[in-house]
């Protein structure tokens, strides 16, 4: 099990490195969402379960689901420049 462990700590740092870097803000929400997936295993790992059920709802799912909203509100706004958005 010691593979995996050095498996999943690289694959985290290669993801939280591709979050923060990445140009286009969809990848970088994807990344995100999938980096919280991967530090809930590695909650689930070290013993801490509930943690790892929390960092699934809040860290990945929540959080992630109000990114792509907020995404896709920014795409919304640089669509319509120029002209009175409805709703606002």
Do not use: P, Y
């Not at 709802?57 to 909203?69: I, R, W, Y």
């Amino acid at each position: 099990m010691v593979v995996f462990d050095v498996v999943l700590t690289l694959t985290l740092w290669a993801l939280a490195f591709g979050a923060i870097s990445q140009a286009d803000l969809f990848k970088s929400v994807v990344l995100f969402v999938t980096l919280g997936v991967l530090v809930a295993v590695a909650w689930a790992r070290l013993g801490a379960a509930d943690l790892a059920m929390v960092e699934v709802a809040v860290g990945a799912g929540v959080t992630g689901a109000l990114f792509l909203n907020t995404l896709g509100h920014l795409e919304q706004s640089k669509g319509g420049e120029g002209e009175e958005r409805e709703g606002i």
